[in-house]
Nanobody
């Protein structure tokens, strides 16, 4: 089992920035962030492979969000810049991603962007 602890959500005005952090209790193969807005499905936002170092992003966040991490600390970050109201959602940290889902999930952290 892997426990994931998230931090960094909150309320920000449009155009602002937030940084999310997620610490895993042990090493994983990959980590990432999903988000779920009210009445919508949970979608992958960004992920990073600890094996290859490759990162990937949803089209809607490319150029605005950056995923990074410290494999030695089992920690992943999501730097979110130029935030938009449509970025408002509960953001979930995930580990060991596969086929658009993951084996382990954090509890979620609310991000609210006001217009």
């Amino acid at each position: 089992q892997v426990q994931l602890v998230e931090s960094g959500g909150g309320l920000v005005q449009a155009g602002g920035s937030l940084r999310l952090s997620c610490a895993a209790s042990r090493r994983t193969f990959s980590m990432g962030w999903f988000r779920q807005a009210p009445r919508k499905e949970r979608d992958l936002v960004a992920n990073i492979s600890w094996i290859t170092g490759i990162t990937a992003y949803a089209d809607s966040v490319k150029g605005r969000f950056t995923i990074s991490g410290d494999n030695a600390k089992n920690t992943v970050y999501l730097q979110m810049n130029s935030l938009k109201p449509e970025d408002t959602a509960v953001y979930y940290c995930a580990a060991d991603l596969h086929r658009g889902s993951a084996d382990y999930w954090g509890q979620g952290t609310q991000v609210t962007v006001s217009s």
